[in-house]
């Protein structure tokens, strides 16, 4: 098998990278850098710089490098920016794919990997959100997420691709500081943007019907991540299942962590434990999403190792690496 990795040279893409060449898959990774770092990416896997929507790109590499298998990471993934500029997501996140399934149809390769987001689900009022949740996402970026998925299932029908779609719940921590996570949208950063700016943490309302009244939510550690990318690969690259059809799976711990109990651990691993403030509640917050994990054991026969701290403590070494303290 030989993997082609979009979006490979960036935050979750790279560690899926590094895990899968690491336990001996050929791997490539394909990123416009966009957000993308090369440095994250060891020397001997090579990066074309390039989008993952141009067809002709693609053309050449799958040609020229008998790939056998697609891992698409790559997309736009702001919450906020989705809500601004919904066209321009799903012309990116929907469009884009679309292109990249024809050329993969067209050179006859048979496995895609998807990544998909509990953001496909929305705000459901269940305990342990399972992959047969409903699925009502509250935002373009979701949206977007959810048609992808739509997408994925109805081209492997149609051209003969095993297909799975993993929906990541809150992915944090880092395999090596160097592969951190750059961004500040998601919380653990946020956090510590705030902290190292001297200011106290913010937490969105503390009224939701919650054991402390903060949102709670399923924190997935990124190296966790990268190893149901390998189980998920190596499934669809088994014989036996090619055509089996498509798989759905929630990336999770099962587990629920809330907002003030993380702040709580960020201020004892970082030292600096100023009290969060409590502003009022943002809109479209799910007071509680966390993931059944059973069909990713079943299916995959992979579950999450690590844990919340060492997420928080493996971030933390990331960001005083990248902020210089
Ligand atoms: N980070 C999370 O918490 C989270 C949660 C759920 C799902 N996801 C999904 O995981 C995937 C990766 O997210 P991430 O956190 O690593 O983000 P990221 O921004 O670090 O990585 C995305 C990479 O894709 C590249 N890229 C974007 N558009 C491209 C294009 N058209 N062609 C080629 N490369 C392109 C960027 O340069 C970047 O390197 C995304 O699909 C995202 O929606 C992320």
New binding site residues.
């Given amino acids: 098998m030989t993997w082609l990795i979009?979006?490979?040279?960036?935050?979750?893409?790279?560690?899926v990278a590094r895990a899968m060449s690491d336990a001996g898959e050929r791997v490539l990774a394909?990123?416009?850098?966009?957000?993308?770092?090369p440095a994250r990416l060891p020397a001997h896997i090579p990066l074309f710089e390039?989008?993952?929507?141009?067809t002709g790109l693609l053309k050449q590499v799958f040609a020229e490098h008998a790939v056998t298998g697609v891992v698409?990471?790559?997309?736009?993934?702001q919450v906020g920016e989705s809500v601004a500029r919904p066209a321009h997501y799903y012309e990116?996140?929907v469009g884009?794919l679309a292109a990249l399934l024809a050329a993969v149809a067209e050179a006859g390769i048979e496995r895609f990997l998807?990544?998909?987001?509990?953001?496909v689900y929305g705000n459901p009022d269940v305990d342990l959100i399972t992959e047969d949740t409903p699925c009502a996402p509250v935002n373009p970026?979701g949206e977007t997420?959810l048609a992808g998925e739509w997408l994925v299932r109805a081209a492997g029908r149609a051209h003969g691709i095993s297909t799975v779609c993993l929906?990541?719940?809150?992915?944090?921590g880092a395999a090596a500081p160097d592969l951190a996570?750059?961004?500040v949208?998601?919380i653990v950063p946020m956090v510590f943007d705030r902290l190292t700016r001297a200011e106290a943490p913010r937490i969105f309302g503390d009224d939701y019907p919650t054991p402390d009244g903060t949102c709670v939510r399923d924190y997935i550690h990124?190296a966790d991540l990268a190893e149901a990318h390998l189980a998920a690969a190596r499934r669809l690259g088994r014989t036996d299942l090619v055509q089996a059809g498509d798989l759905t799976v929630n990336i999770g711990r099962g587990e629920g962590v809330s907002v003030r109990e993380l702040i709580t651990m960020i201020g004892e691993v970082t030292g600096d434990r100023r009290p969060p403030v409590v502003e009022a509640r943002r809109p479209g917050d799910a007071p509680r999403a966390v993931a059944s994990s059973a069909r990713a054991a079943e299916e995959l026969g992979w579950t999450a190792r690590r844990g919340v701290r060492d997420m928080v403590e493996s971030a933390w070494r990331g960001w005083q690496l990248h902020h210089g303290e």
């Fill in positions: 979009t979006g490979g040279a960036g935050y979750i893409g790279a560690h394909l990123d416009d850098l966009s957000a993308g770092v390039g989008s993952a929507h141009d698409h990471l790559a997309a736009r993934k990116e996140n884009g998807f990544s998909s987001s509990a953001a970026y997420k929906r990541y719940f809150n992915v944090a996570d750059l961004g949208f998601n990124v």
